[in-house]
């Protein structure tokens, strides 16, 4: 089958095409998984993390993706969740303990990092870590909620947000437009602010719904409950901290922070950034419960999925553009459509 493979972690800096479009052998099914045909796959910044050496791979060569969208075509031998032509989507937990905190377990396992991914033309998953995905959605607007998406969900919950309080999101890509939406559905009396570094995430905010756009270090109209940051930097942390109202919520989703701004850490004022019983929380990744619990609700809002579609052989060229910040929404590959 054709794949992209990663070989060696560096940044995009030093080589700008770190994965390498070839032929590997199809992949077989154990005992408890099932072998998938991959339709599209979308293309996260967690991807960026795993090149550039922030989450590396345990092993390499490994074939990277986890927003994977597909069909059944072979079962393992105690396989029986699904039929043969099923549609399945596949997130960042490949597999875990199964227990209900499973996203920080010793044995979780991400798709595309400790087990090949869905940057290829077929790729396996334990049978119980597939998801039926909703017919309101096709392929490539179902990638992006396999991630972007679950994890965007798992981030709401987080905040313990109730309908009418503030929420401020801090980035606007992938999942924060997803995200903007599921609050819209969920907190129909919650104003929504959005603090965005470009002019056209600002403008892509207010067509969704924000009740408010600014720039990363802009003033929002009243102090958030709780702001969902979902950057690579530290500046939009340190920027949502200040806005937070006493006893407000940060939420952090994100795999790893990158270091061009870390020194700006040390410009954190105790009374003015932390005080007054304001609250930090990170997001380490999801469970299979959050994506069986998300893609309903998805399907009920609509969530309205922006993509920007790419073959597979360029997977580095859409990774650039993520890296970039040339998006509108989600990058997609498509690969067997």
Known sequence: MRAMVLRSTE?????PTPLELTRVEDPSPGAAEILIEVVACGVCHTELDEIEGRTPPPVLPIIPGHEVIGRVVAHGRRSKRFSIGDR?????????????????????????????????EFMTVPEDYACPIPAAFDDVEAAPLMCAGAVGYRSLKLTGLENGQVLGLTGFGGSGHLVLQLAK????ESPVFVFARSEREREFAMDLGADWSGDTEDPPPQAADAIIDTTPAWRPVIAALAVLR???RLVINAIRKEDKDRGLLAGIRYEDHLWLEKELKTVANVTRQDIAEFLPIAAA??????????????????LMDLRSGNIRGANVLLINN
């Open 11 to 15: 940044s995009f800096d030093v080589n």
């Open 301 to 318: 809002v609509p969530l309205h999925v922006a993509t920007r579609t790419y073959p597979l052989e360029a997977a580095n060229e859409a």
């Open 185 to 188: 559905h969920l907190y129909p």
């Open 246 to 248: 006493p006893g407000g």
């Open 88 to 120: 399945v989507g596949v997130g960042w937990i490949h597999s875990s303990d199964g227990t209900a905190t499973e996203n920080i377990s010793d044995d979780f396992r991400a798709t595309g990092r400790d087990a090949n991914g869905g940057y290829a």
